[in-house]
């Protein structure tokens, strides 16, 4: 007889055993198109898959006897203490997963005694999100053509006390997700059969569409064309705002503007995190924008090692990218990055049940991460290096 394995089918949450099982309850609770956004990668998604190929070729090598009863998690980031060595990352649009959005992500983490970064395509203004969530706060910046609306960010994200900016540069030229493109018929027209299957979530309907309509861009809903700003279809308008323009000269512009902590997100080479660093940035993010941006990219994880021993003196070195397991988290931590950002492992919280999601998610990394530190042999973060780490 073949063993047949299956995970919990019921009970929610609390059965909810690792990302990979709240992954599946997000995908029962909302609509096909809304998953699609999400999950999604660029063309072959070549990218998408590469960030998670490549931490299972990297093993980990144990250390045994040691006592290891003292373990804990706590880092510094960017200078100031952390519980975690994580950080949700940006994410646009999350008001469409769940009613609790961009607040819930953000309390989450506050109560976790974590970093939280707010997309410039949030479905939340940035200063409810620190009136209503507190924390550290951290911005996300798209520049786009009109660099009024980054000027106006930065401007009232730095007197609403957010602490750090992070400028994305890796969408300056759009990435065609075509499994996502085929849930319209146009920009921001869903096809009929995306309609009708958001009939078959009611739970998701009620939620989010009926409790505050159809989610929109917050944040620069002013500098758009009436009509223009709801979220439907998201990823099939934002393209059109996007400008291929952006250069160095712009990071520049950025750090004269920005009076506090600056980090580029974006980065795969050593070139251009010892150019980040000359320009005056605190810290840069490694990330392919988790496969959706350029396809047959390089996994942030592979370009970890020689970047971290290029700059890691000066600059933090955060990474995303497939990070679903405390042992990427690790593996991560073990190779030179100073924390993790986290993408859809948190967002797969949030579309299962809004902020007590996104806590349950953090909960299973960290929980993972302190068991990975035991079986090292290792009580922090500190006691990691890359000797426990090998290519396999
Ligand atoms: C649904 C979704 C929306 C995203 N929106 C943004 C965004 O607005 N700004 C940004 O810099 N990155 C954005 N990203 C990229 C994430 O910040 C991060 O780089 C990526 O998700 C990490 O990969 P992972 O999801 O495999 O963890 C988005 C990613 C996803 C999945």
């Known amino acids: 007889m073949p063993w047949k394995r299956r995970a919990f089918s019921t009970g929610g949450l609390t059965r909810a055993l690792n990302i990979a099982d709240l992954r599946e ?17 660029s063309e072959d998604e070549a990218s998408l898959r590469c960030n998670r190929t490549s931490f299972e070729a990297l093993r980990l090598i144990p250390q045994t006897l040691v006592d290891t009863s003292n373990r804990h998690q706590r880092v510094e980031i960017l200078g100031r203490p952390a519980a975690a060595p994580l950080i949700i990352g940006p994410t646009g649009l999350n008001g469409m997963l769940h009613s609790d959005g961009d607040i819930g992500l953000a309390r989450a983490a506050a109560k976790l005694g974590i970093p939280y970064t707010l997309s410039t395509m949030s479905t939340t203004r940035l200063e409810d999100v620190a009136r209503q969530a507190g924390g550290r706060l951290w911005m996300q910046l798209y520049v786009m ?11 009232r994200a730095a007197a609403a006390g957010y602490e750090a900016l992070v400028f994305t540069t890796d969408a300056n030229v759009f990435g065609s997700r075509e499994w996502d493109r085929r849930s319209y018929r146009q920009p921001g027209k869903p096809t009929l059969r995306s309609k009708l299957d958001t009939l078959r979530h009611p739970g998701w309907l009620i939620d989010v569409l009926g409790r505050n309509g159809i989610p929109r861009f917050r944040n620069f809903e002013t500098f758009l064309p009436p009509g223009a700003a709801s979220a439907v279809g998201g990823s099939t308008i934002i393209p059109k705002l996007f400008d291929a323009t ?12 920005w009076p506090r902590k600056l980090l580029i997100k974006g980065v795969l080479s050593v070139a251009d995190a010892e150019r980040a660093g000359a320009l005056g940035c605190d810290g840069i993010v490694l990330t392919n924008h988790g496969g959706r941006q350029l396809d047959s990219c390089i996994a942030p994880i592979d370009v970890l090692p020689e970047i ?20 990427d988290v690790v593996k991560a931590l073990a190779l030179g990055a100073d924390a993790v950002m986290t993408g859809r492992a948190t967002l797969y919280g949030l579309a299962a049940d809004g902020e007590r999601g996104v806590e349950r998610a953090l909960e299973i990394l960290t929980t993972e991460t302190d068991r990975v530190l035991g079986q090292l042999g290792c009580n922090s973060v500190a006691d990691l290096g890359p000797h426990l780490v090998r290519r396999c």
Do not use: C, H, N, Q
């Open 25 to 41: 309850l997000a995908r029962r609770r909302v609509p096909g198109f809304i998953f699609e956004y999400v999950e999604g990668g």
């Open 145 to 155: 053509k009109d660099r009024a609306v980054a000027e106006d960010i930065m401007r």
């Open 246 to 257: 952006i250069t160095w000269d712009d990071l520049t512009w950025i750090r004269r503007l």
């Open 308 to 327: 971290a021993a290029a700059v890691g003196k000066r600059l933090s070195v955060i990474i995303d990218g497939g990070f679903r397991r405390g042992t």
